[in-house]
């Protein structure tokens, strides 16, 4: 009979949950520390990435950030599988970047504050397309203005967030709702378009 090849699994599961990376006992860490260095230090020599410690990026995830359009990360961030991340891209520490996510910074850039969580599948694009009615809409040029949000920050799922939007710190931003206005901080947010429908203060 064949070995049974947990290890695979196991890089699996941490690819689509990679909080379990930071909870590792010592005897798994022994080959998914080297396995993490591996593949960060792969992405810092092909793309302009910045890596902060104590990090996980899945080897699923599609990091491009060319010079001038680079990716940071703080400390202790994790990227899950199938995340699409397009720089200028400045992620605080601790920050997750949950599965299926799709970011791109445009001109402007997208920057994520300390211990902000971004639930799967949430779109945050920081740039825009023309929109003339003369001219075939592929063919105008893009505007950014980028989007900012703050400290503590939790995006539920399948949310998405528009170019020009900034979220304060602590906010809530509701699972499937449209971000296209600022959001105050310690607000929650929820549909489409969202609108307030509390504060994390009356918790």
Avoid at 58 to 77: S, V, Y
Avoid at 99 to 122: E, K, P, Y
Avoid at 171 to 197: D, H, L, Q, S
């Amino acid at each position: 009979m064949a070995e049974i090849d947990y290890q695979t699994q196991h890089k699996k599961r941490l690819s689509w949950m990679p909080w379990l990376y930071f909870s590792l006992k010592p005897k798994h860490l022994q080959w998914a520390k080297p396995w993490q260095d591996d593949i960060q230090q792969q992405l810092c020599l092909l793309e302009t990435i910045h890596i902060g410690e104590q990090c996980f990026i899945a080897p699923q995830a599609q990091l491009f950030a060319e010079p001038g359009r680079d990716i940071t990360m703080g400390n202790q961030c994790m990227i899950s599988a199938d995340v699409f991340m397009h720089g200028p891209i400045t992620l605080g520490n601790e920050v997750a970047i949950n599965h299926g996510c799709s970011l791109d910074g445009g001109r402007h850039g997208i920057h994520i504050g300390h211990q902000t969580r971004i639930a799967n599948n949430v779109t945050i694009y920081a740039f825009n397309h023309g929109m003339s009615p003369d001219t075939p809409i592929y063919q105008q040029a893009s505007h950014s203005k980028g989007v900012v949000i703050g400290e503590d920050v939790w995006v539920g799922a399948q949310a998405g967030i528009v170019d020009g939007v900034t979220i304060g710190n602590h906010a809530v931003i509701g699972m499937g709702c449209i971000v296209t206005k600022n959001v105050a901080e310690y607000a929650i947010v929820a549909g489409n378009p969202a609108r307030v429908i509390g504060d994390r203060r009356d918790k």
